[in-house]
């Protein structure tokens, strides 16, 4: 199988992805301005993604995404093969990414809004395709809001969650990261009720998608720790 198609399965670590949740409940007062705002905080979010100005990009992602940003990074550094494949799909290649492509001194000496502002600074989340998108329809509850994503290419979400924090909308990653990506999907309706085969597609996938992204490949030695916990 061609490793582009592999690759549009499942995105980069920090590249944004879907979130599932639409609110039952009608836009309260003040709603249209709230979503202007989520409007505007997604296009500086945007432009700093496609300028790599990280430190600009990790004040704009909520607390949740960066305490999920620490796990990954957790698990990139003392994870086991046993730990990683009990980890969701999302949460798996986002450590095992880390781990390829960060070193681990280096990525123990990165608290969660550094780590972020360090891949982004660094282009490892590969936003190229975030050119191409906008928000649609936003729908806003107290601190919550959804908005549609309106693409003029394939992308791989259809809405985007944020979280209203200290005065200002950022987007939260948590659902997806909890949630069943398009790899789950693929791999489960080509294998059904056979969970052991599943994970061993998975694997195989998140790996060549990782593979794809470096000019020196991987091997079975990405699921060695580089560290032991302390």
């Given amino acids: ?40 905080s997604f296009q500086a979010l945007k432009t700093a993604l496609l300028q790599d100005r990280g430190d600009d990009a990790a004040r704009l992602v909520s607390r949740s995404t960066l305490a999920l940003s620490d796990r990954a990074r957790d698990l990139a550094l003392y994870g086991s093969q046993a730990e990683l494949e009990s980890q969701p799909t999302a949460i798996l290649a986002a450590a095992l990414s880390l781990r390829q492509s960060i070193g681990p ?4 000496s990165l608290p969660p809004h550094d780590l ?16 191409g998108i906008d928000l649609g329809g936003v729908r806003v509850d107290q601190a919550s809001a959804i908005a549609d994503v309106v693409s003029d290419r394939p992308f791989p979400v259809s809405q985007l969650q944020f979280a209203k924090e200290e005065g200002f ?12 990506t398009a790899l789950d999907k693929f791999v489960a309706a080509l294998a059904p009720n056979n969970s052991a085969v599943q994970q061993s597609m998975r694997n195989e996938l998140i790996l060549a998608m990782i593979s794809a992204s470096t000019e020196t490949g991987i091997d079975g030695s990405i699921w060695q720790p580089p560290l032991r916990r302390p």
């Fill in 105 to 108: 001194q280096k990525l123990r």
């Fill in 1 to 40: 199988m061609a490793g582009n198609w592999r690759c549009r399965l499942i995105s980069r670590p920090t590249v944004f992805l879907i979130f599932g949740l639409i609110f039952a409940f009608p836009p309260a007062a003040g709603a249209a301005g709230e979503a202007d705002a989520v409007r505007q």
């Fill in 169 to 180: 909308w950022k987007l939260d990653l948590t659902d997806i990261a909890y949630g069943q």
């Fill in 116 to 131: 972020v502002a360090y891949v982004v600074d660094t282009n490892l989340t590969r936003d190229g395709p975030v050119a």
